[in-house]
T-cell receptor, first 112, second 117 residues
Framework: SQQGEEDPQALSIQEGENATMNCSYK?????LQWYRQNSGRGLVHLIL?????REKHSGRLRVTLDTSKKSSSLLITASRAADTASYFC????????????FGAGTRLAVHP | GAVVSQHPSWVICKSGTSVKIECRSL??????MFWYRQFPKQSLMLMAT?????????EQGVEKDKFLINHASLTLSTLTVTSAHPEDSSFYIC?????????????FGSGTRLTVV
């Protein structure tokens, strides 16, 4: 089952621009995580934000979390062609095992 | 650290045969591992939670007799697709959560692309 939606589904920008992706979820969470996937490969963990946090930074990444709206956003600043990939948010659900449920994902294309 | 190795990376099999996919945590112990399935240009769908020493927990709609999961040790979980059919063709990915603290995410294998002909 999927947790929710991400928008936009696809995003095309020029190098140097910022990219913003949004994610919504449906249930109570322990934390929300963002992952990156290059075509046909495994996932790479980018950043984790806990349910009691509102904003977090890591390098060129900025993540916000609004638990009242059950939504999160990922901002990539000063994008590079190498940032081209699919980006997924994933929520670690409360309850046993902390299983991760993924959003639909955003395909980002950064053009030189 | 915290590497998950998944094999094979791709496999082609004939309809009706079974295929086993392995997921190993190389430098940590994983009591729990997760198996996902991904169709082209789509998201990851959680199939099941694999628990060491006990039965796997399957998500709604996933056939447990079709997708057999064995988690016999703290570093190895296997997914066997039994009597595979072309509709089982997909990208399968495993993951585990290293016990490194609350701010660390999950580690994923590199995935297995299964093609059933």
């Amino acid at each position: 089952s999927q947790q929710g939606e991400e928008d936009p589904q696809a995003l095309s920008i020029q190098e140097g621009e910022n990219a913003t992706m949004n994610c919504s979820y449906k249930t109570s969470i322990n934390n929300l995580q963002w992952y990156r996937q290059n075509s046909g490969r495994g996932l790479v963990h980018l950043i984790l934000i806990r349910s009691n946090e509102r904003e977090k930074h890591s390098g060129r990444l900025r993540v916000t979390l609004d638990t009242s709206k059950k939504s999160s956003s990922l901002l990539i600043t000063a994008s590079r062609a190498a940032d081209t990939a699919s980006y997924f948010c994933a929520t670690a659900l409360t309850g046993g095992y902390n299983k991760l449920i993924f959003g639909a994902g955003t395909r980002l294309a950064v053009h030189p | 650290g915290a590497v998950v190795s998944q094999h094979p990376s791709w496999v082609i099999c004939k309809s009706g045969t079974s295929v086993k996919i392995e997921c190993r945590s190389l430098d940590f112990q994983a009591t729990t591992m997760f198996w996902y399935r991904q169709f082209p240009k789509q998201s990851l769908m959680l199939m099941a939670t694999s628990n060491e020493g006990s039965k796997a927990t399957y998500e709604q709609g996933v056939e447990k007799d079709k997708f057999l999961i064995n988690h016999a040790s703290l570093t190895l979980s296997t997914l066997t697709v039994t009597s595979a059919h072309p509709e089982d063709s997909s990208f399968y990915i495993c993951s585990a959560r290293p016990d490194r603290g609350r701010d660390y995410g999950y580690t994923f294998g590199s995935g297995t692309r299964l093609t059933v002909v």
